[in-house]
């Protein structure tokens, strides 16, 4: 126990037969259940599991999913299994060794002492996080962090992707586990699905592990499009479930009027671009219209995305 609360660790396996027993072997000793879910492994991944499982019965505990779910997956079947237990608090930590166990108890310490529901690690934090992460992947995961906090309303918060996480009970017996996005979406999905039932929610400094042998096979060319595309979705969905339907707040028509105009502005600049190089001149006033389409879009935007800060800024 930690703080007189029970904690598990959820661990997300695929093909971690490398670094899997070093994960459980480091787990700190507060820590009264270790969840591992094999996401169908094709290594020995389980095999390296069960081991444990028989050397440490009932802290470590095996998740088998009969198919392949993706992390997500692997994370909603540990907390399935965490919220029929009746864990107190939750965490989140992958596999492949890349979360330092040393920071566990810093992300505890603020649910365990009830000042937030949920709290994520952030690499960003420390000057070493240009040094260590990959460039490619540093820069995609600044892109995608810009926009879950747009997306999820929380606008405190930055690096989106990672996966350390501590979640309180009250969020597991809240959320539909069943309905998290099953792919590397789901802590962006998760966020979201947070702010709507206005959960509190809070950044811890981490620090960033790379070289330990890990192989990654996120492609962050491929995944950031992708990812873009689901906050979008994501980012509708919020609006729709927060300000419309459970209560209701302007900036829905602020948000709304700003992407048509910005939209419009846009449209209406390339066609006068087009005009004026293929056809003739144009009228004094089109480039003036135009202007005032961006600008009005831009303003609306911005009042928008200022309501909803405001919305949320006692959820942190």
């Known amino acids: 126990m930690y703080k007189d609360k029970t904690v598990a660790v959820v661990v997300p396996c695929y093909n971690e037969e490398k670094l899997i027993a070093r994960v459980i072997g480091t787990m700190p000793d507060f820590v009264d259940h270790i969840v591992c879910v094999d996401d169908q492994s094709r290594d020995r991944t389980s095999a390296i599991i069960e081991e444990h499982v028989a050397a440490q019965p009932g802290r470590v505990v095996l998740i088998r999913l009969p198919q392949n779910e993706g992390v997500g997956g692997a994370i909603a079947a540990g907390y399935r299994w965490a919220r029929d237990e009746g864990i107190d608090v939750t965490a989140v930590m992958a596999g492949d060794a890349q979360m330092d166990p040393e920071?566990?108890?810093?992300?505890?310490?603020?649910?365990?002492?009830?000042?937030?529901?949920?709290?994520?690690?952030?690499?960003?934090?420390?000057?070493?996080?240009?040094?260590?992460?990959?460039?490619?992947?540093?820069?995609?995961?600044?892109?995608?962090?810009?926009?879950?906090?747009?997306?999820?309303?929380?606008?405190?918060?930055?690096?989106?992707q990672t996966g350390y996480t501590v979640a309180n009970l009250n969020v597991l017996k809240t959320i539909d586990l069943d309905g998290i996005y099953k792919r590397y979406g789901m802590p962006n999905d998760m966020l979201v699905k947070l702010n709507i039932y206005n959960f509190r929610v809070c950044d811890i400094p981490i620090k960033p592990v790379y070289g330990i042998g890990e192989e990654s096979g996120i492609r962050p060319i491929r995944l950031v499009p992708h990812l873009s595309l689901l906050l979008l979705r994501l980012f509708g969905h919020r609006m729709v479930q927060k300000y419309v339907i459970r209560d209701f707040h302007p900036l829905v028509l602020f948000y709304f009027t700003g992407f048509l105009l910005l939209a419009l502005g846009l449209l209406f600049g390339l066609y006068v671009v087009g005009y004026r190089l293929f056809v003739g001149s144009v009228g004094d006033n089109t480039p003036l219209f135009t202007a005032f389409l961006l600008i009005m879009g831009w303003q609306s935007m911005l009042f928008a995305m200022w309501f909803d800060m405001e919305m949320n800024r006692h959820l942190k």
């Open 103 to 160: 920071d566990l108890h810093t992300l505890l310490d603020p649910v365990v002492a009830g000042e937030v529901d949920y709290a994520k690690g952030n690499r960003l934090f420390t000057g070493e996080a240009w040094m260590k992460i990959p460039r490619v992947r540093y820069i995609g995961n600044s892109l995608l962090s810009m926009l879950t906090k747009i997306a999820s309303g929380y606008w405190h918060i930055a690096d989106s």
